[in-house]
């Protein structure tokens, strides 16, 4: 960011600060002007408690206390414009203003001191969530990738939504899963996927026994920290998803999750037909079952969109679910950038502003075999967008 833009982000803040101030400054002249104009049996100064009231809301207790000195200052003013503010009415307006001013000023220090350790709290968390959800890379292997992530919790940037890639061998492997709840509850079973995927996936062994590797991670997790009564309450759904830099293919293992949309160009939208096995931690190395491998067309030009529960189950006002399908198909000529861009916007427009349910979304577009530019894992991963 340049240096002369960055003065002008600081300078806002400040400049909306002052703009406000002109309300309860302008409150008080108008009162006491008012006031001064009324017949003697009227007394509006009591009024003038609005002003200091209303200054926590934008500006600190200096600001505050300046409000409501002025404040006080324009109920003597009117005291003595009236008679004398030597009168029994005068002196209890006068005493009870600035009771009220005073009691106003501490709330305003209480409340700032509470903003600065909620902001504190907020940079902690946010530190811990990015360190979790490492950023996908914009380009990896024969792929350009766009993701987004929308966490039901309020002040939370992930949940229990969580995806992942790396390198292996000459092919790039995709984990996008779902745990069992939402928001910051679900954050530690999340964690303990992504850190099983990363340690497994860089091996050369199928994905259906990577599956099972992950299987036995949230199997073990959860013997050790489940009671009796929860036992069987911790399981993820997960999709693992291959696709080789030289083949024109996609591999699939599904877990319980739904399977992604296959974007080719032309609005022409196909669902993989995937055969899923039981979702991660259900009953233990998959309850016996062996999980199947499905392998698709992934030709360069067409964008694979995989996602989770909460975007297919966001409802309107009116009940109905998300038509995922039917919105992407509008999309599949634009880049994986533009397509989140859109599915965002539409998505929140649909379910009125707010899920009900964590959401994540990666558009992986397969370029031409000659604009491939390898990137490493380890160097990061572009910044999801919010």
């Given amino acids: 960011m340049a240096p002369r833009l960055r003065r002008a982000v600081r300078r806002q803040p400040w400049q909306s600060a002052h703009a406000l101030l002109l309300l309860p400054v302008l409150l008080i002249v108008v009162i006491t002007v008012v006031d001064l104009r009324t017949p003697t049996d009227i007394h509006l100064g009591p009024a003038l408690v609005i002003a200091p009231a209303l200054t926590p809301s934008f500006a600190g207790p200096r600001t505050t206390a300046c409000v409501g000195a002025l404040a006080v200052a324009a109920q003597i003013f009117i005291g003595i414009h009236h008679g004398g503010i030597g009168t029994t009415n005068h002196i209890v307006q006068i005493i009870t203003l600035s009771v009220l001013a005073v009691l106003t000023i501490l709330y305003s220090a209480l409340r700032k001191r509470r903003q600065a350790q909620l902001a504190q709290v907020r940079t902690v968390a946010e530190a811990a969530q990015h360190v979790l959800m490492w950023p996908l890379p914009e380009q990896i292997g024969t792929l350009r990738i766009a993701s987004l992530y929308l966490a039901a919790e309020d002040e939370a940037q992930i949940g229990g939504d969580l995806y992942a890639t790396t390198m292996s061998d000459g092919s790039v492997r995709v984990l996008i899963g779902d745990v069992r709840g939402k928001g910051l509850p679900a954050i530690g079973e999340a964690a303990l996927l992504l850190g099983a995927f990363r340690e497994s996936a860089h091996r050369h062994i199928p994905l259906a026994e990577l599956a099972t590797a992950l299987d036995q991670s949230i199997t073990r997790y ?28 996609t591999r699939m293992t599904s877990c319980g999750h739904p399977p992604p949309l296959l974007l080719s160009p032309g609005h022409v939208v196909t669902v993989p037909s995937l055969h ?34 909460g975007v297919v189950e966001a409802r309107d006002e009116h009940g109905r679910f998300y038509p995922l399908a039917d919105r992407a198909a509008r999309w599949t000529d634009d880049s994986p950038e533009a397509l989140m861009h859109h599915l965002r916007r539409d998505l929140l427009a649909h379910a009125g502003g707010r899920l009900g349910d964590d959401a994540a979304l990666i558009a992986l577009h397969r370029t031409p075999g000659d604009r491939r530019r390898h990137h490493h894992h380890g160097r990061g991963e572009a910044a999801r967008q919010a």
């Fill in 276 to 309: 899923p096995s039981p979702p991660l931690g259900v009953h233990g190395d998959l309850a016996g079952v062996e999980p199947t491998l499905d392998v698709f067309s992934f030709e360069p030009g067409d964008t694979l969109l995989l996602y989770t529960d």
């Fill in 222 to 249: 959860a013997a050790e920290l489940d009671s009796p009564e929860e036992a069987g309450e911790r399981f993820a759904t997960a999709l693992l998803v291959e696709i080789p830099d030289q083949d024109p293919v």
